[in-house]
């Protein structure tokens, strides 16, 4: 395996035009609560399973030959792809080519236009999927077991790889959301009946030193994403999975009174200063990867934090004394509506392939199977998309707990930053920190965000 990964900093990388994807990348990339699996015999025994999985996605045959990988994942998330990847290349003779970096996107539109696309790629937007299926670029993976797929991964994963009918990737990793605590000194509902309880709790303790909410929005020209994952959890919550599949596919406006509606309730937050220490100042200039720290600063600044799966990783790697589930714990994102209870907003990446090849159909069965994603559930580092992979193999407590409520969901529900065009994903971040800057002007910063959208899918 030759493997080539560039890890740029934060700052750096939101400066790129493409940052939608750069946001999603670096979230994605932390979700590492704790000490990852270091090759335990639980490992060594998934690493053969996987062999085996390999081999079979081969046709049984050592094929040998070469297959290039572009994905987001660098440093010691790259080592951990690379992983998964070892177990393949030993038992097909397949030589893997990965190169893991934040300018992935570039460097794979780069390609594709100079007629020397990558065999697979690995990003966290499934948008460019659609724009590249659309343009006849892209392999239909019709050579898999499509009820095997159907078993395996969640209908809402499977449709929103699917275009015209055939579907083209296959998601791997996924952030699903909750509510983060300071496990300590933490005295509101940790099972609220729904948002409302959970609000009534924040109204009440809102007049003490600590604030019941951490927000922070600040991540240079990708301010304002960490809004709008909170956004569409209460979009999710609030008006259902159905609604919130028609926002994402461009079939219900910006305008609509359900956007206008996750707006305010969220608004009713990051604008306050009872709610959010500072209030909207501190919030928007609060950078979005250290908004979680204020719940174990000294004095404490806030009580909980609505944000990915990623935030355990980021909080306990920024303050070293902090343990996971004895220091930081979360509970489910309660909901608005109770009807949508059981349902579940998530984000993640989603592997498809530009060269039809034996090499890359042996690949992406291997990749969706449970054998190869135990790899990366066991490296503790993120939830993976595979249903049929057990809570069991996830080495860590808090990605154990996460993966739990992944697979306790009635409904999956893929993020709407995950689906829409990069441009109009820009255009919602922006004016969520319009918004937040003025809440006044709602209507017209939603009619602004609709007209890009307009503009973007004619």
């Known amino acids: 395996m030759r493997a080539t990964v560039t890890k740029k900093s934060w700052a750096v990388r939101a400066s790129k035009p493409a940052a939608v994807l750069v946001a999603a990348a670096l979230l994605s990339s932390c979700a590492h609560n704790e000490e990852p699996s270091t090759g335990t015999s639980a490992s060594k025994s998934l690493t053969q399973k996987a062999e085996s999985a390999a081999l079979t996605a081969a046709g049984g045959k050592k094929i040998g030959g070469k297959l290039s990988l572009i994905g987001v994942n660098a440093g010691a998330e790259g080592a951990v792809i690379e992983s998964t990847l070892k177990p393949f290349e030993d038992a097909t003779g397949i030589d893997i080519d990965y190169t893991g970096s934040s300018d992935a996107n570039t460097l794979i539109q780069t390609r594709v236009d100079a007629g020397n696309a990558p065999d697979v790629v690995n990003l966290p937007n499934a948008g460019s999927l ?17 009820s095997k797929l159907k078993s395996d991964f969640a209908p809402t994963l499977l449709s929103s790889a699917t275009v015209d009918g055939k579907l083209y990737g296959i998601w791997n990793e996924v952030d699903n959301f909750m509510i983060w605590y300071n496990a300590k000194t933490y005295k509101g ?63 219900l406006p910006f ?38 720290n204020g719940m174990f600063s000294s004095p404490q600044k806030c009580s909980m934090l609505g944000w990915g799966n990623y935030a355990g990783g980021l909080i306990t790697a920024a303050n070293a004394k902090v343990k996971p589930v004895t220091d930081l714990d979360f509970f489910g994102w309660p909901a608005v509506n109770k009807d949508y209870a059981k349902s579940q907003l998530v984000s993640g990446h989603v592997m498809y392939a530009f060269n039809d090849t034996p090499q890359v159909r042996a690949f992406m069965k291997y990749y969706a199977s449970s054998e190869a994603q135990s790899l990366l559930a066991d ?26 409520q992944y697979k306790a969901a009635d409904s999956v529900s893929l993020s709407p930053v995950s689906q829409l065009p990069a441009p109009v994903v820009m255009a919602l971040y922006k004016g969520i920190v319009a918004y937040v800057q003025n809440p006044g002007s709602l209507n017209s910063i939603l009619a602004g965000i609709e007209k890009t959208r307009t503009g973007a899918t004619s």
Do not use: R
């Not at 305010?264 to 928007?284: D, R, Y």
């Not at 595979?386 to 069991?392: G, L, R, Y």
């Open 189 to 251: 509902p940790k099972a609220p009946a729904d948002w409302a309880a959970l609000q009534k709790w924040a109204k009440s303790a809102s007049s003490g030193d600590t604030a019941p909410w951490c927000m922070g929005l600040a991540s240079g020209a990708a301010s304002g994403v960490s809004g709008a994952q909170f956004i569409s959890n209460l979009f999710l919550y609030e008006s259902g999975p159905e609604k919130l599949k028609q926002f994402a596919e461009g079939k």
């Open 130 to 146: 659609a724009t590249y299926a659309k343009a006849g670029k892209l392999v239909p993976l019709t050579f898999m077991d499509q």
């Open 379 to 404: 490296s503790g580092h993120w939830v993976v998309a595979n249903q049929d992979v057990t809570t069991a193999t996830y080495p860590n407590a808090l990605i154990k707990k996460s993966a739990a």
């Open 255 to 292: 305008t609509s009174p359900e956007v206008a509606s996750a707006f305010k309730l969220f608004g009713k937050i990051a604008t306050s200063s009872k709610m959010v220490k500072g209030g909207a100042t501190a919030a928007l200039n609060t950078p979005t990867v250290e908004a979680g």
